[in-house]
């Protein structure tokens, strides 16, 4: 049976509108982390994000699995996509800026790319993805290099933290393509209701929410990241995933890294300092390559 066709340009559009929700995501979890602690935020999101989910999966009227093997499965994909990263990115957001931190969470295609290389046996790379990826990391480098020199240890956790979300985004990713025999709406709900099932316990052993006495500005970066950056982002997601791969679906992921610049910059007054502008370039063109959206003229020898 046939792959049914989709228009490339209509997937492109949603692939935008993925990186811009997400993008801002860094921008709001800046909003909510002075009055709401990074495992909170990250329960409030999955909470509001699971339960509309769950409401338009039921309205849809979509058959949920009935296998103990798919739901472990889903349980697993909530940890990859959602409950571990969300935590390392809030977590580092404490000590790095939302711009760095959409700087640094651009590298999941080139981690993809060296998941499929060394542990899937995917051997169709070349000299254009080898050297995509090695630009593409030098750009992480040049953004970690100062505060590492500048003995800041709690800036490179940070740092660090959020390239470990990267790597957890590139796993879910070439994870999720199991799915793809089901709806996005079904996949999204499943796996958000795990996460948050998995953070609750989490939240309230860390932080105690009752206690906690957050700004209106807070709450409604929560609920915002909730219905945009999650619940709708999700949906977006699984159905990329089955239309243009892994590797596409986290090419996005420099797109998303502009939009938390400029959202950082105009919102919340964030430098865009030198060493930031080159490193983002430099990890631009690197995942540019790796897609194949750049291409390297690479001039071929011709026997006598």
């Known amino acids: 049976m046939s792959q049914p066709r989709h228009n490339i340009f209509f997937e492109f559009a949603l692939l935008v509108l993925l990186s811009f929700l997400w993008g801002a995501s860094f921008t709001l979890v800046e909003v909510a982390i002075d009055t709401i602690p990074p495992v909170t935020i990250v329960f409030g999101r ?22 103990l093997s798919r739901w472990g499965a889903l349980l697993i994909q909530g940890i990859l996509q959602s409950a571990l990263p969300f935590t390392l990115i809030s977590w580092g957001q404490k000590h790095i800026d939302s711009g760095l931190a959409g ?3 651009t590298t999941p295609p080139l981690f993809v790319f060296l998941i499929g290389f060394f542990l899937l046996r995917d051997r169709s790379a070349g000299f254009r993805h080898i050297t995509g ?4 990391f030098a750009g992480v480098i040049v953004i970690m290099g100062p505060a590492a020199l500048a003995g800041e240890g709690n800036s490179v956790l940070g740092q660090l933290a959020v390239t470990g979300a990267s790597f957890s985004y590139a796993v879910a990713a070439i994870y999720a393509k199991r799915f793809s025999d089901q709806p996005p709406v079904l996949t999204a ?4 209701a795990f996460a948050a099932l ?31 950056s999650t619940a709708i982002a999700m949906t977006i997601y ?4 089955r ?3 892994p590797l596409g679906v986290t090419a996005g992921s420099y797109m998303r ?6 959202l950082g910059v105009v919102l919340l007054g964030e430098d865009l300092s030198p060493t930031l502008t080159l490193g983002l370039v430099m990890i631009f063109v690197g995942v540019a390559i790796v897609t194949g959206q750049l291409k390297i003229p690479i001039r071929k020898s011709t026997a006598p």
Do not use: E, H, Q
């Open 103 to 105: 700087l640094l969470n």
């Open 243 to 245: 239309t243009l791969g």
């Open 189 to 192: 709900a499943c796996s958000m």
């Open 257 to 262: 890294a502009g939009f938390s610049v400029v």
């Open 238 to 241: 699984f159905r990329l995933v």
């Open 133 to 136: 990826i090695l630009l593409g």
């Open 46 to 67: 999955l909470v509001i994000g699971a339960a509309l989910l769950v409401f338009f999966a039921v309205w849809s009227g979509v058959t949920f699995p009935r296998s």
């Open 198 to 228: 998995l953070m609750g316990p989490v939240s309230f052993w860390a932080n105690d929410p009752f206690r906690l006495a957050p700004t209106a500005p807070a709450i409604a970066a929560v609920v915002a990241m909730g219905v945009f």
